[in-house]
């Protein structure tokens, strides 16, 4: 169902466009990031909790973390 989250009025100048076209977008990142998050603690379990890779996806999945709890204001 789609639902109108804002409307831009004088839309004149690119980064207002591009603030737009983020906020038309925002739904759909956050899904995809929700997605990310899934598939990141799916690879750590796999990859056994020790050495560089599980370093690197948790410190990708606090990043996540964190912009995911402020797109839902938490």
């Known amino acids: 169902k789609d639902i109108i989250v804002c409307q831009v009025f004088q839309c004149n100048s ?5 603030n737009a ?3 038309s ?3 759909e990142l956050l899904e995809a990031l929700q997605n ?3 598939m990141i603690s799916k690879l750590s379990n796999i990859s056994g909790g020790r050495g560089i890779a599980k ?3 948790m410190k990708q ?7 995911i709890n402020k797109a839902l204001g938490q």
């Open 55 to 57: 370093s690197m996806l």
């Open 21 to 23: 076209q983020l906020i």
């Open 25 to 27: 977008a925002s739904p």
């Open 61 to 67: 999945f606090l990043e996540n973390e964190e912009a």
């Open 36 to 38: 990310n998050q899934l």
């Open 14 to 18: 690119d980064e207002h466009k591009a």
